[in-house]
């Protein structure tokens, strides 16, 4: 079991950034893969972006060059570095975990980009 617990959402405006972190309630050494999706009103939830535990970063190419995910194995956490924010970047941010074939999930922090 991991339990999974997020914070960093807010409301900002256009242009504007946040950093998201989810902390796992396990090593983050013992963790598969660690990552993040969005998921906005009446969307289907999308991939933002994963890391496998000591590969490389993937980015959904909405988010390239603009979000930067670390992931951080002594400290159990993941972060999410999200720069020059969009209106489209409003959504609903959920972490999770991959742990023996089983995913994990956060509740979800809400980031908002709003004028």
């Known amino acids: 079991q991991v339990q999974l617990v997020e914070s960093g959402g807010g409301l900002v405006q256009p242009g504007e950034s946040l950093r998201l972190s989810c902390t796992a309630s396990?090593?983050?050494?013992?963790?598969?893969?660690m990552g993040w999706y969005r998921q906005a009103p009446g969307k289907q939830r999308e991939m933002v972006a994963f890391a496998k535990r000591y590969g490389s970063r993937v980015y959904a190419d909405s988010v390239k060059g603009r979000f930067t995910m670390s992931r951080d194995n002594v400290k159990n956490t993941v972060y999410l570095e999200m720069n020059s924010l969009k209106f489209e970047d409003t959504a609903v941010y959920l972490c999770y975990a991959e742990l023996s074939q089983t995913t994990y999930w956060g509740q979800g922090t809400q980031v908002t980009v709003s004028s």
């Open positions: 396990r090593s983050g050494f013992s963790i598969d893969t």
